[in-house]
């Protein structure tokens, strides 16, 4: 088993984007600035809100919290929103997903101006990334693509991963990872297969996969149960905390004596989608003031 480093890959990328901040400060005497909002106090979304605030601090961005209280109406949110949609400081807006009240995600999401939604998940920048056909057109548009999926797409690309033409076996087809990596791996020409809850049979489709994704949020999912052939690529999404500690969806007592590449849980796929928040910031604070590259 060799260990795919997200947290190392991170670094690097995270050091590049601090250089073009301090740059177009230099320039234009402007810092791209992010506010997050955390609607109650869920512990969990807690310790990712300050993560993400001190990634901020390392890299120049200006983060701009809020924290309301869990008994908030949608119409309050939605009304913090579009202040910060009319706040000229603020480039990217972040809403911590779960919401304590889940019916409201959606149309809190919408609530978003698409030009400052940093988490690729309002329809607008959805259904443009659906549109967009290969790999070359996501890098170039303005298009601000969800940070996990963009992440993984990273990752895979910096440990010189080919997809074109692999089998990739998605496991979990959420809004927020699965489905929009689906459209991700097509744009790398991957053959794609999305598993989830009702599909039979999935110990068939793990043996002819080059790359698994697990991203099932179930300590464990992919063990003894499940074969794996030499040389598979896995990664590893999930992030489960459990008695003994934070850990991800792949049995790693399974996986250690097998010929394959994984990321680790944590320092794999995490430190990669907190360093895509603070590059769709970047993406965003570019396109709102123009700036050619
Ligand atoms: P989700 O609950 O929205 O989706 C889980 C998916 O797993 C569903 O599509 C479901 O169909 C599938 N699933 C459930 N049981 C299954 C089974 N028995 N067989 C096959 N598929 C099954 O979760 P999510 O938001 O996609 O997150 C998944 C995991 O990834 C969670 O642990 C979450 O904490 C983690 N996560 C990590 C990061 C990160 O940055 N590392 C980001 C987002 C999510």
Not at 142 to 150: D, K
Request: proline share 4%; with cysteine; glycine share 6%.
């Amino acid at each position: 088993m060799k260990i795919i480093n997200g947290r190392q890959i991170a670094k690097h990328i995270k050091s590049d984007i601090k250089t073009k901040i301090k740059n177009f400060k230099d320039i234009t005497g402007k810092t791209p600035g992010l506010a997050t909002i955390l609607v109650g106090s869920n512990v969990a979304s807690k310790i990712y809100i300050q993560s993400k605030i001190k990634a901020c601090q390392e890299v120049g961005i200006q983060s701009f919290h809020n924290n309301i209280s869990t008994q908030s109406s949608q119409d309050a949110i939605i009304r913090l929103i579009n202040d910060l949609n009319s706040n000229t400081l603020i480039n990217g807006i972040l809403l911590q997903l779960p919401l304590p009240d889940k019916t409201f995600t959606q149309n809190c999401i919408n609530a978003i101006n698409p030009v400052k939604d940093v988490d690729g998940l309002h329809p607008v920048n959805y259904g443009k990334l659906s549109l967009l056909k290969s790999w070359n057109d996501i890098i170039k548009e303005n298009v601000l693509i969800p940070c996990t999926p963009l992440g993984i797409m990273h990752l895979l690309q910096y440990s010189n991963i080919q997809l074109s033409g692999k089998t990739v076996l998605i496991i979990g087809r959420s809004n927020l990872v699965g489905k929009p990596l689906a459209i991700l791996m097509l744009s790398q020409n991957a053959t794609v297969i999305t598993a989830h809850s009702k599909t039979y049979n999935l110990d068939k489709l793990t043996k002819i996969a080059d790359v698994i994704i697990v991203a099932v949020g179930i300590p464990n999912f992919l063990n003894k149960n499940y074969n794996i052939k030499d040389n598979t690529v896995i990664i590893d999404v999930g992030i489960n905390r459990t008695v003994d500690g934070l850990c991800g969806d792949v049995d790693f007592n399974y996986i250690q004596n097998k010929n394959v590449r994984i990321t680790p849980v944590p320092g794999g796929v995490g430190p990669m989608t907190i360093t895509m928040l603070l590059s769709n910031t970047l993406k965003a604070f570019i396109n709102q003031n123009k700036i050619n590259l």
